[in-house]
C-alpha cells in the first residue's frame, strides 16, 4: 500500500501518510490552519517529485507564496520547476484564468468534478483549499451525490488529493463527507481546561486500513509550519 508522507512528522510517524490515489478530507475551525496545513503537505510533495496542483477558491498565489515565504519554504521553486501549479478561482486572478480557461464560476457551484476539468494528465497531487465556495444551497443529497462524484473522478485519475473545508460548511456536510473519502483529520482551537490557555488540537477522525490515535493532538503553527506537541493521550 503505497502511502505519501505529510511533511507533518506525528503523522507521518502514526500513518505512514497519506493513501495514494485516494482522498484524504481536511476540516477545521476559521483560524486553525487549514490552508497551512495544505500548504505544508503541497510542499512535502513536491519535496518527493510529486506534480502537485493547488486549486484555490479564496486566496490568488501571491497569497500562497507569501503565506510560504513566512515558513521558509520555496514554493516559487517549485513553480518554476513545474513541480507544483495553481488554479485560482478568487478575485480578479479568477477572472482572468475564467476568461484563459472558459471556467465559468457560476456553474462550478454544486458541480464539483468540473474543478478538475483543467487539471493537467500527469498530475500526482491535488489541493483543493476549499470547496465550502461550492456548497451553497444544495441539499444533503446532492452534495452526497456530487461529493461522490468528485472522490470517484480523482481516483480514476489516480490521483491523490486533500480537500479542505471550511467549519460552516463541514457542519452541514461533514457526516456524508466522512462516508466518501479514504480518511478525515480535523482541525479544531478550544480552551483548555485545565490552564485556561486556548489551543489548536487535532483529531484525525478516520483512515481507512491504518491504526490512528483516538485522542486529540496538540499542536501549533511554528516557524515550520504544523508542529505536533504532543503524542496521542493515553
Not at 493537467?120 to 443529497?141: E, F, H, N, Q, R
Request: with cysteine.
Amino acid at each position: 500500500m503505497e502511502r505519501i508522507k505529510t511533511g507533518i512528522s506525528v503523522i507521518d510517524e502514526i500513518t505512514g501518510g497519506f493513501r495514494a490515489n485516494r482522498t484524504m478530507l481536511l476540516t477545521g475551525d476559521a483560524g486553525s490552519g487549514k490552508t497551512i496545513f495544505g500548504l505544508h503537505f503541497a510542499i512535502n510533495c513536491c519535496d518527493q517529485g510529486l506534480k502537485t496542483v493547488y486549486v484555490t477558491t479564496e486566496e490568488d498565489a501571491d497569497d500562497l507564496f507569501t503565506q510560504a515565504k513566512s515558513f521558509n519554504w520555496d514554493l516559487e521553486k517549485f513553480a518554476e520547476e513545474g513541480l507544483i501549479s495553481f488554479i485560482e478561482l478568487a478575485g480578479i486572478r479568477a477572472r482572468l484564468i475564467e476568461a484563459e480557461l472558459s471556467i465559468d464560476i457560476d456553474t462550478m457551484k454544486g458541480n464539483f468534478a468540473k474543478i478538475l476539468q483543467n487539471i493537467p494528465d500527469d498530475t500526482d497531487v491535488v489541493i483543493i483549499d476549499s470547496l465550502g465556495s461550492y456548497t451553497a444551497k444544495l441539499t444533503p443529497y446532492e452534495f452526497r451525490d456530487r461529493f461522490d462524484h468528485l472522490v470517484y473522478e480523482l481516483k480514476e485519475k489516480n490521483i491523490t488529493s486533500l480537500v479542505i473545508i471550511d467549519s460552516a460548511t463541514s457542519n452541514e456536510f461533514n457526516e456524508l463527507a466522512l462516508f466518501s473519502v479514504y480518511g478525515a483529520i480535523k482541525l479544531m482551537k478550544r480552551e483548555n481546561p485545565y490552564t485556561g490557555r486556548r489551543e489548536r488540537v487535532m483529531d484525525v477522525v478516520k483512515m481507512r486500513s491504518t491504526r490512528t490515535p483516538t485522542q486529540f493532538m496538540t499542536y501549533e503553527i511554528d516557524s515550520n509550519g504544523i508542529n505536533i506537541l504532543s503524542s496521542p493521550e493515553k
